[in-house]
């Protein structure tokens, strides 16, 4: 019996998609991103809605060398399955080594390829969007991890390097013609980085073209947004990235002007304590970018803000937002 077939005799419920045999309850998913995505706000997406848990990118030279960075990286909690270990790298025969010994570890559910990253540091590399630029790599990539795992394998990648190079269609193709599993693609080339506005009609191509599921991504902020890229494209599920930084709640379908303030304050005790049992004591500074963006809708006084932003103590971070009165 399949995952979904024996899941869906104990809740009734069907799932939303099938990543190959792995069954996917819902259509929003929490996007990857370096330096954001780590175990607690992971632990806080799935509690609100996101159907799927994936790493930030693993590097396997870190896996190859065993650097000790990675590791935190790994970190999950059991009812955060299904679990989507996303692998980076430009080789691809190193690229499965570090993925075999990462599986042997933590027995994912999915394994991911980076083919979007557009940090200068890892395309200068060749790796994550710059791999674009190499269809026959990505080729290699997919041959090596179909052949050798049973485990569904996907790729997240972009339209392409830049705007003369978009070449979307044929590295999705390429990915579903080796074996792939899913596409996630989003919206922007490597050049555009985060900037613009994000394209969804190459979405819908992909969709159109595709047998296997399709995720959109990019420039997906508000609850209508979800219905509108779903509506154009036809996408499978929608990925959320930095709009989630601020407003998690919208994996529950909620805009950010939705949730009153009593909610956010609480959110924001509960990240901040878990980011503290995490990392220990730099939790407090890991976690600033996250205060400084769930707080950004209450045009806090810029003394009072900074104060905030600079303390090494939970609880004077605690006490004053607890004795914060702001305009709903």
Same mark, same amino acid.
């Given at each position: 019996? #399949?995952?979904?077939?024996?899941? *869906? =005799?104990?809740?009734?419920?069907?799932?939303?998609?099938?990543?190959?045999?792995?069954? %996917?309850?819902? *259509? =929003?998913?929490?996007?990857?991103?370096?330096?954001?995505? *780590?175990?607690?706000?992971?632990?806080?997406?799935?509690?609100?809605?996101?159907?799927?848990?994936?790493?930030?990118? %693993?590097?396997?030279?870190?896996?190859?060398?065993?650097?000790?960075?990675?590791?935190?990286?790994?970190?999950?909690?059991?009812?955060?399955?299904?679990?989507?270990?996303?692998?980076?790298?430009?080789?691809?025969?190193?690229?499965?080594?570090?993925?075999?010994?990462?599986?042997?570890?933590?027995?994912?559910?999915?394994?991911?390829?980076?083919?979007?990253?557009?940090?200068?540091?890892?395309?200068?590399?060749?790796?994550?969007?710059?791999?674009?630029?190499?269809?026959?790599?990505?080729?290699? $990539?997919?041959?090596?991890?179909?052949?050798?795992?049973?485990?569904?394998?996907?790729?997240?990648?972009?339209?392409?390097?830049?705007?003369?190079?978009?070449?979307?269609?044929?590295?999705?193709?390429?990915?579903?013609?080796?074996?792939?599993?899913?596409?996630?693609?989003?919206?922007?080339?490597?050049?555009?980085?985060?900037?613009?506005?994000?394209?969804?009609?190459?979405? /819908?191509?992909?969709?159109?073209?595709?047998?296997?599921?399709?995720?959109?991504?990019? *420039?997906?902020?508000?609850?209508?947004? %979800?219905?509108?890229?779903?509506?154009?494209?036809?996408?499978?599920?929608?990925? $959320?990235?930095?709009?989630?930084?601020?407003?998690?709640?919208?994996?529950?379908?909620?805009? /950010?002007?939705?949730?009153?303030?009593?909610?956010?304050?609480?959110?924001?005790?509960?990240?901040?304590?878990?980011? %503290?049992?995490?990392?220990?004591?730099?939790?407090?500074?890991?976690? /600033?970018?996250?205060?400084?963006?769930?707080?950004?809708?209450?045009?806090?006084?810029?003394?009072?803000?900074?104060? =905030?932003?600079? #303390?090494?103590?939970?609880?004077? $971070?605690?006490?004053?937002?607890?004795?914060? #009165?702001?305009?709903?």
């Amino acid at each position: 019996m #399949s995952q979904a077939s024996n899941r *869906d =005799l104990i809740t009734g419920k069907k799932p939303h998609l099938m990543i190959g045999d792995v069954p %996917i309850y819902g *259509d =929003l998913i929490l996007a990857p991103m370096d330096g954001v995505t *780590d175990m607690p706000f992971r632990s806080l997406c799935r509690r609100l809605g996101s159907a799927l848990t994936v790493t930030e990118f %693993i590097n396997a030279i870190d896996v190859i060398e065993k650097h000790p960075r990675y590791h935190k990286r790994l970190a999950f909690e059991p009812d955060q399955r299904p679990l989507s270990l996303q692998i980076l790298g430009e080789q691809p025969e190193r690229m499965l080594t570090a993925t075999m010994r990462l599986v042997n570890k933590i027995h994912p559910d999915i394994i991911d390829i980076n083919i979007g990253c557009q940090s200068k540091n890892v395309t200068a590399r060749g790796a994550g969007a710059a791999l674009m630029k190499s269809p026959k790599t990505v080729a290699r $990539i997919f041959q090596l991890m179909t052949h050798t795992f049973k485990l569904p394998i996907t790729g997240k990648i972009r339209l392409g390097w830049d705007q003369d190079q978009m070449n979307y269609l044929e590295v999705a193709k390429i990915i579903e013609d080796n074996g792939g599993a899913m596409v996630a693609v989003h919206g922007r080339t490597r050049k555009q980085a985060y900037r613009g506005q994000a394209q969804w009609d190459p979405i /819908r191509e992909v969709k159109q073209a595709l047998r296997i599921p399709v995720i959109g991504n990019g *420039d997906v902020k508000t609850v209508s947004d %979800i219905h509108a890229i779903k509506e154009s494209t036809g996408c499978d599920a929608v990925m $959320i990235g930095r709009a989630a930084v601020s407003n998690p709640w919208i994996f529950s379908r909620r805009d /950010r002007e939705d949730v009153p303030w009593g909610e956010v304050k609480r959110t924001i005790f509960e990240h901040l304590d878990a980011m %503290i049992d995490f990392y220990g004591e730099r939790g407090l500074i890991t976690f /600033r970018k996250f205060l400084k963006a769930y707080v950004k809708p209450y045009d806090l006084p810029s003394e009072l803000l900074l104060s =905030l932003l600079k #303390s090494k103590d939970p609880d004077f $971070i605690k006490s004053n937002l607890e004795d914060l #009165s702001v305009n709903e």
